[in-house]
């Protein structure tokens, strides 16, 4: 497809060709810089803007992915149509300007507070996406493995795991911190030396911090910070953060820490220490308090190098087992707290190993009160604003938050939250009955309002002798998974191009098709008739579980991914059935 193609009508662009051709030049950039060859990176990444199909796919992600796609900056422009998005196609390019962003203000979840936000017009946008597909994989091969906000394939989830890891098996010292306004003031000159391009993209970027902020007409020159609300902010401010877990890694190495009464090895020193960061939001965890407190002060002094500081009011040292400083156990990390209990004897877990010991204590991660609170606010909301609604509007408006919040902590011990929420949110519920008929007899209301659903015979929803009934959704029926997470491996990155291991861990991958990937996530990258691990460059094939000819249907419920060896072996195995099924 050659760069002056336009021939496509927006909803005939083959999608699919576009994300490999992209994919294939983000993979090339991420191998040069893993082995600090900036000269392809730079030469790629030349490559990889000037792409029609790279373009495109700016282009859609900000005019049909991005949730704040209806959204419009200074220029009013929004929601564009399929032939608006492939003249935008043809206008991207580089340059040394930027309109200024447009200031709104959005509450904090839970607080009185409000963040700004800076929205860039369309066209930055866009740029600003197309700028990311180059960039991001160059800092993908060089970012610390304990970096998880903001990065593709990487959650708050794997942070949390990370944290687990930490410190499961050991009472620990932890400074939880975070960066007081991270987006807002970070020093220009620091960053565009750290992000060290070629020079008309380091233009280009100058040009969108130095941009400036229009708020109600009238406009401030912008000489610190990243605009929150621009495509790529986050990776900027993930790029000013980076070459923090290594600072601490090299502190601790001069540490003279002991064992049994020998001073241990640097990378046996390295091991002890723990530095686990999303975005502006960290914890540093270590067995010594003294380590914790100069680490604290290294962290401090490392920020200020690049306009930033810690902010007093939500950065605290705690102990996981112990009261400290007069504050109770444990300590809150991206919504959750991490917590010890000392147990008896024979109620703890074990160290693991051939020489296991009993910990005399055990740890648990729960939703912090603090989120817990902000979610039954909420939920509380939503009752009180659907006063004159009816019970399916009321329904439909708390479901996709109940599953949305229980989805998020379903990976953790919140069986018990899950339990006290719901049985907080029957009293508000039958409340709201009662205020729409305070004359009716409690039985009706009963019959009314909830029904018997299997075993539970108190479910909020209406009719179920209707064609779509409506029922909300319990906390509790959200399936805890604790045991089965499995956090993403070291410094890895979906831009590495092991095929097999982003597709069973995502369910998608840029080189093969999306029922492919998805089967490979939902059998978790293993081949279901000779049960090993699919490898890269191994040859698979699809299959029908239930072949066509014995009753098998062709949907996807009735597929399965298999080696191409192992489909052989079972094609022959099913033909036998189908003989043995003919002739009996």
């Known amino acids: 497809m050659s760069e002056l193609t336009t021939t496509y ?4 662009i083959p999608w699919r060709k576009l994300e490999r051709r992209v994919f294939k030049l983000q993979k090339q950039i991420y191998r040069a810089s893993q082995r600090g060859d900036n000269r392809t990176v730079h030469k790629l990444q030349k490559l990889l803007m000037k792409s029609w199909a790279a373009k495109c ?3 859609r992600r900000v005019t049909q992915e991005n949730t704040g796609k209806k959204t419009a900056g200074v220029d009013g422009v929004k929601a564009l149509s399929p032939e608006a998005r492939i003249e935008l196609v043809g206008q991207l390019k580089l340059g040394n300007k930027a309109r200024p962003t447009r200031r709104i203000w959005i509450p904090k979840p839970g607080k009185e507070e409000k963040r700004p936000l800076g929205i860039p017009t369309m066209y930055d946008r866009a740029v600003q996406a ?16 304990n970096s998880y906000g903001f990065r593709p394939g990487r959650s708050a989830h794997d942070a949390i795991k990370a944290t687990w890891d930490n410190v499961v098996h050991k009472p620990k010292y932890v400074l939880d911190a975070d960066i007081a306004k991270c987006f807002d003031k970070i020093n220009h000159s620091v960053l565009l030396k750290k992000v060290n391009t070629f020079p008309k993209l380091r233009r280009q970027i100058k040009a969108w911090l130095k941009a400036g902020v229009m708020e109600n007409t009238q406009f401030s020159e912008t000489e610190e910070g990243t605009p929150q609300g621009g495509v790529i902010s986050p990776l900027l401010a993930n790029i000013a953060l980076h070459g923090m877990e290594e600072m601490l890694n090299q502190y601790i190495e001069t540490v003279p820490l002991r064992s049994g009464g020998r001073v241990i090895s640097k990378e046996q020193k390295r091991k002890t220490l723990a530095v686990i960061r999303y975005a502006d939001d960290f914890v540093v965890i270590h067995p010594e308090l003294k380590v914790v407190q ?3 002060e290294k962290i401090a002094k490392w920020l200020a190098e690049i306009g930033l500081e810690l902010k007093p009011s939500k950065t605290r040292l705690a102990h996981t087992l112990e009261e400290f400083n007069g504050e ?3 300590f809150n990390f991206l919504g959750f707290n991490i917590r010890q209990f000392r147990v008896g004897k024979h109620h703890s877990g074990k160290t693991g190993g051939k020489r296991s010991k009993l910990l005399g204590f055990k740890t648990l991660i729960r939703p912090s009160r603090d989120n817990i609170k902000a979610h039954w606010e909420a939920l509380t909301k939503i009752i009180n604003g659907c006063k004159a609604g009816t019970q399916s509007e009321l329904i439909q408006k708390l479901n996709p938050v109940i599953k949305g919040w229980a989805n998020y902590f379903s990976v953790v011990n919140s069986k018990e939250t899950y339990n006290d929420l719901d049985n907080l949110l029957w009293q508000k519920l039958r409340a709201w009955v009662n205020r ?4 009716k007899s409690a039985s009706w209301k009963a019959q009314k309002y909830w029904k018997r659903i299997g075993n539970d015979c108190w479910r909020f929803a209406t009719k179920l002798e209707s064609d779509d009934p409506i029922i909300l959704v319990k906390h509790q029926e959200t399936q805890i998974k604790q045991t089965e997470y499995v956090k993403v491996k070291g410094e890895k990155s979906p831009f590495d191009g092991e095929l097999v291991y982003w597709s069973s861990r995502m369910g998608k991958h840029p080189q093969c098709s999306k029922t492919v990937a998805s089967l490979l ?3 978790k990258g293993k081949c279901p008739h000779c049960g090993l691990y699919f490898r890269d460059g191994d040859l698979w094939e699809k299959d029908h579980k239930i072949p066509r000819a014995l009753g098998g249907k062709g949907g996807y419920e009735n597929l399965q991914l298999l080696h191409r060896h192992c489909h052989d072996e079972k094609t022959r195995n099913d033909l036998e059935l189908i ?3 003919r002739y009996a």
């Open 521 to 523: 996530k939902k059998q």
């Open 579 to 581: 003989r043995n099924e």
């Open 57 to 59: 796919l700016a282009v």
């Open 294 to 296: 100069e680490c604290q």
């Open 436 to 439: 729409r008929h305070p004359t």
């Open 328 to 330: 109770q156990a444990g």
């Open 9 to 12: 009508e927006w909803n005939q």
């Open 130 to 145: 197309l700028v990311k597909l180059a960039l991001e994989p160059e800092w993908e091969a060089q970012f610390e493995p």
